[in-house]
Antibody, heavy 123, light 106 residues
Framework: EVQLLESGGGLVQPGGSLRLSCAASGFTFSDYVMNWVRQAPGKGLEWVSSISGSGGGIFYADSVRGRFTISRDNSKNTLYLQVNSLRADDAALYYC????????????????WGQGTLVTVSS | EIVMTQSPATLSVSPGERATLSCRASQSISSNLAWYQQKPGQAPRLLIYGASTRATGIPARFSGSGSGTEFTLTISSLQSEDFAVYYCQQCDNWPQTFGQGTKVEI
């Protein structure tokens, strides 16, 4: 069974930093694009970032480029998101999600999703 | 950036009725569209990918159609567990973008 378990969220002051992690199991981690998607309280879904299986392909939403860094450690089956210079509008539940298919960088959606880790930004 | 627009924002239906949800892309995305269901307090669940292929374990009452810029998710006979928010996502180009969601309520 595929499992994704996020951690690392918490309360941080504006301008602060966090490192989010997503521990994966139940599949060959290095074969799949991995993704971060966030959801502000009571709002819709926003794609944040994606990384290819090898780590050589990295993509960011404009809203986070230059502040967030996605990475992965295939030896530890773990995905990361370093979030810096946090702003109030970064407050959200951050989901880790696996690409549905191993054969495409784009195109097949995300399946499954973890349960998320909550980032709260407040002074 | 490709903008995804879902309609209606809220759909009020009764159990057993048919529900039709729409999603429009601001430019052609071929068939690179996914649909998700999200229930309160839960992570999204993939329902449909490639615009019309049901994901593993998804009941046959869920169907997707469309290509280019116009897409539809149909729930043929609503069950109580289907009341949720539904999102479409374009998977054709970076950045991948989601629609704002359609809430299906009683």
């Amino acid at each position: 069974e595929v499992q994704l378990l996020e951690s690392g969220g918490g309360l941080v002051q504006p301008g602060g930093s966090l490192r989010l992690s997503c521990a994966a199991s139940g599949f060959t981690f290095s074969d799949y694009v991995m993704n971060w998607v966030r959801q502000a309280p009571g709002k819709g879904l926003e794609w944040v970032s994606s990384i290819s299986g090898s780590g050589g392909g990295i993509f960011y939403a404009d809203s986070v480029r230059g502040r967030f860094t996605i990475s992965r450690d295939n030896s530890k089956n773990t995905l990361y998101l370093q979030v810096n210079s946090l702003r109030a509008d970064d407050a959200a539940l951050y989901y880790c999600a696996k690409a549905r298919s191993s054969t495409r960088l784009l195109g097949d959606g995300f399946d499954p999703w973890g349960q998320g880790t909550l980032v709260t930004v407040s002074s | 950036e490709i903008v995804m627009t879902q309609s209606p924002a809220t759909l009020s239906v009764s159990p057993g009725e048919r529900a039709t949800l729409s999603c429009r892309a601001s430019q052609s995305i071929s068939s690179n569209l996914a649909w998700y269901q999200q229930k309160p307090g839960q992570a999204p669940r993939l329902l449909i990918y490639g615009a019309s292929t049901r994901a593993t374990g998804i009941p046959a009452r869920f169907s997707g159609s469309g290509s280019g810029t116009e897409f539809t998710l149909t729930i043929s006979s609503l069950q109580s567990e289907d009341f949720a928010v539904y999102y479409c996502q374009q998977c054709d180009n970076w950045p991948q973008t989601f629609g704002q969601g359609t809430k299906v309520e009683i």
